[in-house]
Nanobody, 128 residues
């Protein structure tokens, strides 16, 4: 069984920073890409960022470009999300996700259906 274990969420003031981590545990699999989505109360789950495992191509939602950076450590099977200049509207539960299937158009990585595994989520709260 595959598990995605997230850590690093918390409470921070606007303008501050947080770093989320997500490690793959349990049964290993050939990772094509990993990503982050978020969901605020009353809203649908939305794409934040993704990274392909082999080439390291990165993708970001317009709302986080220039503030968030996604990276990966292939040896540790871990993906990170460095979040800077946080805003109150970044408040949400952040979910780590992974795709094990083959190559797809990048746009599919911005949709929830593009992924096979999901973490439990970690709360990020940004106070004004």
């Amino acid at each position: 069984q595959v598990q995605l274990v997230e850590s690093g969420g918390g409470l921070v003031q606007a303008g501050g920073s947080l770093r989320l981590s997500c490690a793959v545990a349990g049964r290993t699999f050939s990772t094509y890409a990993m990503g982050w989505f978020r969901q605020a109360p009353g809203n649908e789950r939305e794409f934040v960022s993704a990274i392909t495992w082999r080439g390291g191509s990165t993708y970001y939602a317009d709302s986080v470009k220039g503030r968030f950076t996604i990276s990966r450590d292939n040896a540790k099977n871990t993906v990170y999300l460095q979040m800077n200049s946080l805003k109150p509207e970044d408040t949400a539960v952040y979910y780590c996700t992974a795709r094990s299937r083959g190559v797809i158009p990048p746009v599919v990585l911005t949709t929830t259906s593009g992924y096979d595994y999901w973490g439990q989520g970690t709360q990020v709260t940004v106070s004004s």
